[in-house]
C-alpha cells in the first residue's frame, strides 16, 4: 500500500463492512438504502473524503447534495472533520441553495438578472392570491394555499404552463392553471424565482444549454446525494441531467421526460425540450443514500420511487444494505420500529443496535401547552444536570407554531437556544423598525433606534441629513429629539428640514399619547397615561407615523406579511397589557404606561437577544421542526405537541394520509440517542383561544414495551406529571419564572403537593382563558410573597386576598395570581 492508500484507508477504520464497501465503491450509480442511524451520512461523509484523499478528484469537483439548511451544514462539518482541513471550494448545499448558486450566475440566460429576489412561500401564497383575485376567481373555492400548492406540484413536475393547461381535466384544474400562467407571468416582471423555480429554471437552463449544462457536469465529477427518498421528479432530473450519459435513455418507455413522470402510469406529459445531442457521455458518479421509511415529502411531490426504483432507472447500479443501528439505545429503536410497523407501504427492514437497552421511552400529558413548556424545560435542567450539553437536546414539533411557548419557557429560564428554520420574530425588520419607535419614545437619547426610524417609512430624510443630526447631537450634547425640533440648527436644507418638521409633530403627537402634554421643552411631561397599554401605543405609532398605510398601499407580496407580523407585534402586546392587569393583583394599580413600556423593552429585548447571544460551551438548545431535523441526532430529544389535529396534522386525517405522517413520527423518534419524551397537552392555543386537544393516535401505536410505567396513563387523556419527582421539578420552576411573558400554569398539582408548602394555584400564573381556581387562605396563615416579602392573611374578598405585609402593609392581591407561598 503507497502512502497516499495508507492515508485514504485512515478513513475506513470505524466502518463495518458494508460502510467499507460503499465508501472505496469504485464509480458509478450507487444506492445505500438502510434504516435509521445505520450510518448513511456517515457513509457519505466518509467517501467524500476517500474520494479526495485518494487523489480520484479534487474538494472543488464533488458536489453533495442533501434537504436542509442544518444538514447541509452538518455534512460540511462532518467532512471538515475527517480532511482535517479547511472544506472551501466543496460544494455541499441543499438542492435549492446549489441551484440558486447556479443561477446567480447565469440567470440572464433565461431572462432574469443575477440580483433575483427568491420569494419564500408567503411571498408566493400572496401573489397566487392577487392572481386570482384579478382573474376574478372566488378565493374561498380557490384558496390562494391550495392553488400554490397545485401550481408548485405542476413545477415539481416540470409541467410548464401550457401542459398544465393542457392536462387540465375540470374547471377547477383550469383555474389553476390558469392562475399558474398570471402567476409565472408576475414572478418574471418582478425579477423573482419561487422556490420550487430554483429546481426548475436551473433544470431549463441545462436543457437549453447544452455547454452550460456541460460545464456544471464537468465541474463535479462525483454527485451524492443524502435523503434520496425525499428528491421529486425536479431533482431527479436535475441529478440525471449532471450525471447520466444522455438523459433521453434514462426516460423511460415513453421516451423523453423525467423519466419519474414517464414510468407514472404514464398520465403526465413531460417538460423535455430537445433532445441533447453530441454531447460528452457522463460520469455517471452517482451516488445516493436513503430510507424509504423516512419518506416525509410526498406533500411537496417527492416520489418514493426514485429511491424504490433506483435499480430499475440505473441497472447497473450497485445496492448495499445497512443494519446495524449506531444511534439509538434499544428501547427508542423499538418504539420506532413498533410505530412505524403501523404503516402498511413499508419496506421491513432488520435493524439492530448494541447500545444496549437504555433509558425507557417517556409519554407525558399536560394540562396546557404553558405546563409543557416548563414541563420540557425543567426536564432540559434536569438532563443538564446529568452532564447532557445543552447543543445535545433538542425539541421536535410538526409546525412551527408550536414553537413560542417553548422559547418563552427557556428564556425565563436563562437557557440557550437556537430555533432553526425561519427568522426569529423578533428579528424581523418590520418587528424591529416597531420596537426601535417604542424604544425612541422610551428613550430619547437612544440613537441607533433614531436612526433606524428617522426614515422609515421613508419621508424624504436622506442619510446625509440623518448623519448632519447624529453628529450634532453629538457635539452639542442633545438628543436626537432636541434636534429633531430645531432642525436647520444641524445645518439640514430647507427640504430636509421640512420634512423633519413633518416627522417631529409625529414624534410629539405619539409623546403625548404615552406622557400626556409636554412641556415648554417638548422634552419631557409628566407621566399621566397610567391607563395607556403596550398595544395601543404599538397602533398608535403604527398609524401616527404612517408605516402602517404605507405597507397596506404597497404592491409588493412581501409586505403583506410585513403586516400580519405587526399583527402578531400588536397581539403579543395586548397579551403583555392582558398579564399586566392580571398581574397587578401585586396591589398597586399605580404602574404607569412608561413603566409598562419599560418591561415591555426589555422583555423582548431578551427575547430577540437569545439568539444571538455567544454560543456558551454547553452550547444551545434546539428547536425546530420534525421535517427540518431529517438526518440529525441528540442525545436528548423531545417530541411535543402529540394532538390528534396537530399531529398527525388535520388536513393528513382528513385526507386518510395517515402513512406520511407515521414516517414524519419515525424520524423524529430515531433522532434520539438515549433519552426520548413525548408530550401532549390537554388544552392548547394555537391560533386563538385555548381548545381542547385529544393525544395523538400514534401514540396508542407506541409499543408498550418500550414505554416506562408513567406512559399509558399519559396516554389514556388524564394529565399527569408521571411521578413526584418531575413534579417537585416542574415547580421548582415556577418560583423562578414569575410573571413573564407567557401565563401558564402546570396541568395538576403534583401528588405531594402539600409536602411543597404550595397551595394549588397560589404559586402559579394562568392565562386569563384558563384561570385556575383561586385558592382560599385562612386568616391568620403566614405567607411569603416574591416582591413584599413576608405577611400575614387578614380575610378573603371573594377571589381577593387581603394580606397585611409585615413591611409594607395591606395588600390586595388577587389569590390566583399572587404566588403567595404558605410558611410555617
Ligand atoms: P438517518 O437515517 O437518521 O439520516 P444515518 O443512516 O444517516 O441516519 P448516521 O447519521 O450516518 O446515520 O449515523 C448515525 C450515528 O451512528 C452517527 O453518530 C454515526 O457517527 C454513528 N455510526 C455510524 N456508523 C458507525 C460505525 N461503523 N461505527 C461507529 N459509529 C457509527
Ligand atoms: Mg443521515
Given amino acids: 500500500m503507497n502512502s497516499v492508500d495508507a492515508y485514504a484507508a485512515e478513513l475506513l477504520e470505524g466502518l463495518n463492512e458494508p460502510q467499507r464497501h460503499a465508501v472505496q465503491h469504485p464509480g458509478g450509480p450507487l444506492l445505500v438504502i438502510a434504516g435509521a442511524g445505520s450510518g448513511k451520512t456517515r457513509v457519505l461523509t466518509h467517501r467524500v473524503a476517500y474520494l479526495v484523499?485518494?487523489?480520484?478528484?479534487?474538494?472543488?469537483?464533488?458536489?453533495?447534495?442533501?434537504?436542509?439548511?442544518?444538514?447541509?451544514?452538518?455534512?460540511?462539518?462532518?467532512?471538515?472533520?475527517?480532511?482535517?482541513?479547511?472544506?472551501?471550494?466543496?460544494?455541499?448545499?441543499?438542492?435549492?441553495?446549489?441551484?440558486?448558486?447556479?443561477?446567480?450566475?447565469?440567470?440572464?440566460?433565461?431572462?432574469?438578472?443575477?440580483?433575483?429576489?427568491?420569494?419564500?412561500?408567503?411571498?408566493?401564497?400572496?401573489?397566487?392570491?392577487?392572481?386570482?383575485?384579478?382573474?376574478g376567481a372566488d378565493t374561498k373555492r380557490f384558496t390562494p394555499n391550495a392553488v400554490r400548492n397545485q401550481i408548485s406540484d405542476h413545477k415539481n413536475r416540470l409541467r410548464s404552463v401550457e401542459q398544465a393547461q393542457d392536462l387540465a381535466a375540470g374547471h377547477y384544474d383550469r383555474t389553476?392553471?390558469?392562475?399558474?400562467?398570471?402567476?409565472?407571468?408576475?414572478?418574471?416582471?418582478?425579477?423573482?424565482m419561487d422556490f420550487d423555480d430554483l429546481m426548475g429554471r436551473t433544470v431549463d437552463l441545462f436543457e437549453r444549454y447544452p455547454d452550460v449544462r456541460e460545464r456544471y457536469r464537468r465541474a463535479f465529477k462525483h454527485v451524492l446525494v443524502d435523503e434520496y427518498q425525499d428528491t421529486n421528479p425536479a431533482q431527479y432530473r436535475f441529478l440525471q441531467l449532471l450525471c447520466m450519459d444522455d438523459p433521453m435513455h434514462q426516460a423511460g418507455p415513453?421516451?423523453?421526460?423525467?423519466?419519474?413522470?414517464?414510468?407514472?402510469?404514464?398520465?403526465?406529459?413531460?417538460?423535455?425540450?430537445?433532445?441533447?445531442?453530441?454531447?460528452?457521455?457522463?460520469?455517471?458518479?452517482?451516488?445516493?443514500?436513503?430510507?424509504?421509511?423516512?419518506?416525509?415529502?410526498?406533500?411537496?411531490?417527492?416520489?418514493?420511487?426514485?429511491?424504490?426504483?433506483?435499480?430499475?432507472?440505473?441497472?447497473?447500479?450497485?445496492?448495499?444494505?445497512?443494519?446495524q443501528n449506531y444511534r439509538s439505545t434499544q428501547h427508542i429503536l423499538d418504539a420506532a420500529n413498533g410505530l412505524i410497523g403501523h404503516n402498511s407501504n413499508q419496506r421491513p427492514k432488520h435493524l439492530f443496535t448494541e447500545e444496549g437497552e437504555g433509558d425507557e421511552v417517556r409519554v407525558r400529558a399536560m394540562q396546557d401547552d404553558h405546563a409543557e413548556a416548563r414541563w420540557v424545560v425543567s426536564e432540559v435542567e434536569?438532563?443538564?444536570?446529568?452532564?447532557?450539553?445543552?447543543?445535545?437536546?433538542?425539541?421536535?414539533?410538526?409546525?412551527?407554531?408550536?414553537?413560542?411557548?417553548?422559547?418563552?419557557?427557556?428564556?425565563?429560564?436563562?437557557?440557550?437556544?437556537?430555533?432553526?428554520?425561519?427568522?426569529?420574530?423578533?428579528?424581523?425588520?418590520?418587528?424591529?423598525?416597531?420596537?426601535?419607535?417604542?424604544?425612541?419614545?422610551?428613550?430619547?437619547?437612544?440613537?441607533?433606534?433614531?436612526?433606524?426610524?428617522?426614515n422609515r417609512p421613508r419621508r424624504g430624510i436622506g442619510d446625509t441629513s440623518v448623519g448632519r443630526m447624529l453628529n450634532h447631537a453629538a457635539s452639542t450634547g442633545v438628543t436626537p429629539l432636541e434636534v429633531i425640533a430645531d432642525p436647520a440648527a444641524a445645518g439640514l436644507k430647507t427640504a430636509a428640514v421640512k420634512a423633519v418638521g413633518a416627522f417631529a409633530e409625529q414624534i410629539a403627537e405619539l409623546r403625548e399619547?404615552?406622557?400626556?402634554?409636554?412641556?415648554?421643552?417638548?422634552?419631557?411631561g409628566t407621566a399621566s397615561g397610567s391607563d395607556l397599554r403596550v398595544a395601543d401605543l404599538v397602533e398608535d405609532v403604527l398609524r401616527v407615523t404612517g408605516y402602517r398605510s404605507e405597507l397596506e398601499r404597497s404592491e409588493d407580496p412581501q409586505d403583506e406579511g410585513r403586516l400580519e407580523n405587526l399583527d402578531q407585534l400588536h397581539a403579543y402586546a395586548e397579551?403583555?397589557?392582558?398579564?399586566?392587569?392580571?398581574?397587578?393583583?401585586?396591589?398597586?394599580?399605580?404602574?404607569?404606561?412608561?413603566?409598562?413600556?419599560d418591561r415591555f423593552l426589555q422583555q423582548t429585548a431578551l427575547l430577540s437577544d437569545a439568539d444571538s447571544k455567544a454560543n456558551g460551551p454547553e452550547g444551545q438548545v434546539t428547536l425546530m421542526t420534525l421535517h427540518n431535523a431529517k438526518g440529525l441526532e441528540y442525545d436528548a430529544v423531545f417530541l411535543v405537541g402529540l394532538e390528534d389535529g396537530i399531529f398527525p396534522h388535520s388536513r393528513a386525517i382528513d385526507s386518510g394520509e395517515l402513512e406520511e405522517e407515521r414516517r414524519l413520527a419515525y424520524v423524529g423518534i430515531t433522532r434520539a440517542r438515549r433519552h426520548l419524551a413525548i408530550t401532549w397537552a390537554r388544552r392548547r392555543a394555537m391560533y386563538g383561544p385555548p381548545q381542547s386537544q385529544v393525544p395523538s393516535r400514534f401514540l396508542r401505536e407506541l409499543p408498550h414495551e418500550a414505554l416506562d410505567e408513567t406512559s399509558p396513563e399519559a396516554m389514556s387523556g388524564q394529565p399527569s406529571f408521571g411521578g413526584s419527582e418531575r413534579?417537585?421539578?416542574?415547580?421548582?420552576?415556577?418560583?423562578?419564572?414569575?410573571?413573564?411573558?407567557?401565563?401558564?400554569?402546570?396541568?395538576?398539582?403534583?401528588?405531594?403537593?402539600?409536602?411543597?408548602?404550595?397551595?394549588?394555584?397560589?404559586?402559579?400564573?394562568?392565562?386569563?382563558?384558563?384561570?385556575?381556581?383561586?385558592?382560599?387562605?385562612?386568616?391568620?396563615?403566614?405567607?411569603?410573597?416574591?416582591?413584599?416579602?413576608?405577611?400575614?392573611?387578614?380575610?378573603?374578598?371573594?377571589?381577593?386576598?387581603?394580606?397585611?405585609?409585615?413591611?409594607v402593609g395591606e395588600k390586595r392581591l388577587i389569590a390566583g395570581f399572587a404566588r403567595l407561598e404558605a410558611l410555617g
Wanted: with cysteine; charged share 25%; glycine share 12%.
Fill in 53 to 135: 484523499r485518494s487523489g480520484q478528484c479534487g474538494l472543488g469537483e464533488i458536489l453533495a447534495v442533501t434537504f436542509t439548511n442544518k444538514a447541509a451544514a452538518e455534512l460540511r462539518h462532518r467532512v471538515g472533520d475527517l480532511l482535517g482541513r479547511s472544506t472551501r471550494g466543496l460544494w455541499v448545499a441543499t438542492f435549492h441553495s446549489a441551484c440558486a448558486r447556479i443561477l446567480r450566475v447565469e440567470a440572464e440566460k433565461l431572462g432574469y438578472t443575477r440580483q433575483f429576489t427568491i420569494y419564500d412561500s408567503d411571498d408566493s401564497k400572496r401573489l397566487v392570491k392577487r392572481c386570482l383575485e384579478a382573474e
Fill in 176 to 192: 389553476v392553471a390558469d392562475a399558474y400562467a398570471a402567476y409565472q407571468k408576475q414572478l418574471v416582471a418582478n425579477n423573482a
Fill in 254 to 323: 415513453s421516451g423523453g421526460g423525467t423519466g419519474r413522470d414517464a414510468k407514472g402510469g404514464g398520465e403526465d406529459t413531460n417538460a423535455l425540450t430537445a433532445p441533447l445531442a453530441g454531447e460528452e457521455p457522463g460520469h455517471r458518479n452517482l451516488m445516493v443514500v436513503g430510507d424509504d421509511a423516512q419518506s416525509i415529502y410526498g406533500f411537496r411531490s417527492a416520489d418514493i420511487r426514485n429511491i424504490l426504483d433506483f435499480e430499475d432507472d440505473f441497472p447497473d447500479a450497485e445496492v448495499i444494505k445497512l443494519e
Fill in 382 to 454: 434536569r438532563l443538564a444536570g446529568e452532564g447532557v450539553p445543552l447543543g445535545e437536546m433538542a425539541v421536535l414539533y410538526r409546525t412551527n407554531a408550536l414553537s413560542r411557548a417553548i422559547e418563552t419557557s427557556l428564556t425565563q429560564a436563562e437557557l440557550d437556544y437556537q430555533v432553526i428554520g425561519g427568522v426569529r420574530f423578533f428579528d424581523r425588520a418590520e418587528v424591529k423598525d416597531a420596537l426601535s419607535y417604542l424604544q425612541w419614545l422610551h428613550n430619547p437619547a437612544n440613537t441607533v433606534a433614531f436612526a433606524r426610524v428617522v
Fill in 513 to 524: 399619547t404615552l406622557f400626556g402634554a409636554p412641556d415648554e421643552a417638548g422634552v419631557g
Fill in 575 to 597: 397579551e403583555f397589557d392582558a398579564e399586566g392587569t392580571a398581574g397587578a393583583g401585586e396591589g398597586t394599580g399605580s404602574e404607569d404606561a412608561f413603566h409598562a413600556l
Fill in 727 to 807: 413534579g417537585r421539578r416542574d415547580f421548582s420552576q415556577i418560583g423562578r419564572i414569575g410573571r413573564g411573558s407567557s401565563p401558564s400554569r402546570p396541568g395538576g398539582p403534583p401528588r405531594d403537593l402539600s409536602s411543597l408548602g404550595l397551595k394549588r394555584g397560589s404559586d402559579l400564573v394562568s392565562s386569563k382563558a384558563d384561570a385556575p381556581p383561586a385558592p382560599t387562605w385562612q386568616p391568620g396563615q403566614r405567607v411569603r410573597h416574591v416582591k413584599f416579602d413576608t405577611g400575614e392573611v387578614v380575610r378573603m374578598d371573594g377571589d381577593v386576598v387581603v394580606v397585611h405585609f409585615d413591611d
